[in-house]
């Protein structure tokens, strides 16, 4: 009998202690999420408003230094925190990666969470480095991304996806590289400016700045976002869909 118990006492010791161990592994997870969709978010917006408020550069130019920067900074932080949370930073990208069984329902709840939490922390420190220029941490702003933009975000959020998608079942060596040029590129390529990102959408739109988005638009914008992940992963399921046939038939 004491045998008995202290097998079973042995068990729940490890079964805490696992509990724990996720607890710990979740809470780098979300804390890598927060900081990384903060940091990109400050990318988005602070280089917008250093351009066309304190350098007074042209807009043309203004978008050329924000691909740019936000290329760069992406490519930085997807290698930063990727082994940690798999550097989503971005709840469609969340969504695709829960939809491919990668990531947990309730954990992808969290992840956007935290990546909403984290970008709206970017908008309040960007707007704080250019206080003088914005006028506040928060604001709502009134620039109008209409019409015909939509469907670049569509586009723009479809490629994105289906890229990572398809990075990460090659297990690429460079998708921290292939994802940033691509987001780069594309945001001088598509006629929104490719938002391609929920949060970061939201956060944009509590700024005073160039980079800011009216609230109504973002709302439209975020929907389209969704079409477009949503649609990416359809894709990706089909070119797929033959080979993982095959091979359920090659096992029988």
């Given at each position: 009998?004491?045998?008995?118990?202290?097998?079973?006492?042995?068990?729940?010791?490890?079964?805490?202690?696992?509990?724990?161990?996720?607890?710990?592994?979740?809470?780098?997870?979300?804390?890598?999420?927060?900081?990384?969709?903060?940091?990109?978010?400050?990318?988005?917006?602070?280089?917008?408003?250093?351009?066309?408020?304190?350098?007074?550069?042209?807009?043309?130019?203004?978008?050329?230094a924000n691909a740019l920067a936000v290329a760069l900074v992406l490519i930085a932080l997807?290698?930063?925190?990727?082994?940690?949370?798999?550097?989503?930073?971005?709840?469609?990208?969340?969504?695709?990666?829960?939809?491919?069984?990668?990531?947990?329902?309730?954990?992808?709840?969290?992840?956007?969470?935290?990546?909403?939490?984290?970008?709206?922390?970017?908008?309040?420190?960007?707007?704080?480095?250019?206080?003088?220029?914005?006028?506040?941490?928060?604001?709502?702003?009134?620039?109008?991304?209409?019409?015909?933009?939509?469907?670049?975000?569509?586009?723009?959020?479809?490629?994105?996806?289906?890229?990572?998608?398809?990075?990460?079942?090659?297990?690429?060596?460079?998708?921290?590289?292939?994802?940033?040029f691509l987001v780069g590129g594309q945001l001088l390529a598509t006629s929104s400016t490719?938002?391609?990102?929920?949060?970061?959408?939201?956060?944009?739109?509590?700024?005073?700045?160039?980079?800011?988005?009216?609230?109504?638009?973002?709302?439209?914008?975020?929907?389209?976002?969704?079409?477009?992940?949503?649609?990416?992963?359809?894709?990706?399921?089909?070119?797929?869909?033959?080979?993982?046939?095959?091979?359920?038939?090659?096992?029988?």
């Amino acid at each position: 009998m004491i045998a008995i118990a202290d097998a079973v006492r042995q068990i729940i010791s490890a079964g805490e202690g696992r509990i724990v161990v996720e607890k710990k592994i979740l809470r780098s997870e979300l804390i890598a999420e927060y900081l990384g969709s903060m940091f990109l978010v400050m990318a988005a917006i602070a280089s917008m408003t250093l351009f066309t408020s304190v350098f007074d550069s042209p807009k043309s130019i203004a978008v050329i230094a924000n691909a740019l920067a936000v290329a760069l900074v992406l490519i930085a932080l997807i290698e930063v925190f990727g082994s940690v949370s798999g550097a989503h930073f971005n709840p469609v990208v969340t969504l695709a990666m829960m939809l491919e069984k990668k990531i947990g329902t309730a954990k992808a709840a969290w992840y956007v969470l935290f990546q909403i939490a984290g970008g709206l922390t970017g908008t309040a420190l960007s707007n704080l480095m250019f206080l003088d220029e914005v006028g506040s941490l928060f604001s709502i702003s009134q620039i109008p991304r209409t019409d015909y933009v939509y469907f670049g975000e569509i586009f723009g959020t479809f490629i994105l996806v289906l890229a990572i998608l398809l990075l990460v079942k090659a297990g690429s060596s460079i998708l921290p590289l292939a994802v940033g040029f691509l987001v780069g590129g594309q945001l001088l390529a598509t006629s929104s400016t490719m938002f391609a990102n929920p949060q970061v959408t939201i956060a944009r739109m509590f700024t005073n700045s160039a980079a800011g988005i009216r609230p109504i638009d973002g709302l439209v914008f975020i929907a389209m976002q969704v079409i477009g992940a949503l649609l990416a992963y359809v894709v990706y399921r089909y070119l797929f869909s033959n080979t993982e046939a095959k091979n359920e038939k090659g096992s029988k």
